[in-house]
């Protein structure tokens, strides 16, 4: 069976329709961390409904909350269970529309007064042709004409509202069903929708059309003749609007246990993974990135001072600073991360990691970094977070990149906790007030995270591999002598006297 291919915008829109702004993953963490590509893999073999509900709870807060975690737990260890459930939400992956905007947005209109008109308009028709054929009366072909023209021309006022209500009460009928045969299960995980899977089946009949209308034939007749296509529209869309309390509550129910479905069916299928303890500190040991087959475990931790990450180049700092961030993510949102142990704050997660230019409004590299280390500074004037940061500030010359770098970072150290990786060493020394410094290595082929600063870059060497002329990195050597020489570590400043010298200048 192949799954109906939504786009992102609309798996976002039950979260951005019901959670509004209430979101803890802005835009662009979203896409540096990589959670397109993430939630795609989460969401096989799950319908848009259960797409969404993922969705949701990797931008909220507090996640799918403790209820969530016990039930996948438990579908993680019964095979059968996940088999049963699996069956039971089979037919709702064929839905290709998604209706939250529809439950969840503004109400549907009432039945108009002249609805009831509709029922008469065909028998009028049928009445004078018959009064024709039996009179020859001219006039009532006349008459009868005009009411084929007048039902034609309903029919192709509301041809197009028909088709897509069709699209949205066929989604809207199979969650009805999959409440239904979820609820006919005997087991905790499915509880919430046994109580009245009953009302959900009646429900579900009473938004059909008649058994007459499915025959061969019959429904074309009856929808151009008789508008059968146009009074269902408008009867079943009433049925809808009288009963959206309870369709709603059928939608976040039947979405929740599809996204525990789909959580507990992807654990299973990964290499390892723990729940993770909740405590002030972050502790993933032996964590890996769940998108990277043959990913390298490594260990980290971090207290409540943040750490400045140094490594050569492609050593893989960035996978890093992604490999955690990731795992704060799911560890906030499902309670799980891909590590053999973990103790992660419930914190929001913000980054920056891909500035680019933007052509299109004119804004330069170092303009998209500068807006990005704004829109941190404001997160963190927000709420308490995790600040997720590589390489910030490289569209400008050293001495302003390392400047503007410190001050940015010193500032949102002391609103919550930041994880950044840089090349620029003398960071460490500026921020050593705040930030504690490790160095990424390879040892023995494994992946190694240790205190300390990278003391043997390898940015030079790598010309020499490239099949730079060896004249090119001498020369390269030896400015690169000199610079360290002239730029000697800033020893005695820190961010702590930087803003000590600003009280100072304000009082003065």
Known sequence: MTDYPFVASDVALYHRTVSGTDSVVDSHTWNDLLLPEYSARLARETSILGQQALHSRLHLARGGGEASVVRVRALAADAGLRTQLQAASKDLRDADREISETLFGAVLPSLSRWLPVLRWLPLMFVASIGAALLTGWMPLWGVAVVLALLLCGIQARYYEAVQEWGRILKTTQLMLRAHTLFGQIDAPAAE???????????????????????????????????????????????????????????????AALEADLALARHLVSVDAYCWAEQGEEVALDQVVHPLLDDAAALTFGMARQGVFISGQNGIGKSTLLRTVGLNLITARAFGFCYAARAVTPLLPVYSSMQNEDAMASGESFYMAELRRGQELLALAALRPAIFV??????????????????????ELSQRGRVMVASHHLVLASLLSDCLQPWCVSRVDGRWRLAPGLLVA???IALLTERGFDSAVTQKANRIHAWLSNYMAGPAGFSGEQLDQQNDLQRQG
């Not at 046994?194 to 499915?214: F, I």
Request: hydrophobic share 40%; aromatic share 12%; proline share 2%.
């Open 192 to 254: 919430p929708l046994r109580e009245d899977a009953a009302q959900a089946a009646k429900l579900n009949r009473r938004m059909s059309r008649s058994l007459l209308s499915n025959m061969p034939g019959a429904r074309e007749y009856g929808d151009w003749f008789f508008l059968q296509n146009v009074r269902h529209f408008f009867q079943s869309r009433e049925v809808v609007r009288e009963s959206v309390s309870f369709l709603r509550s059928s939608f976040e129910r039947v």
């Open 457 to 459: 870059t390898n940015g």
């Open 389 to 410: 940061i590589d390489e910030i500030f490289r569209g400008t010359n050293y001495l302003e990149s390392v400047s503007a770098a410190g001050a940015v970072l010193h």
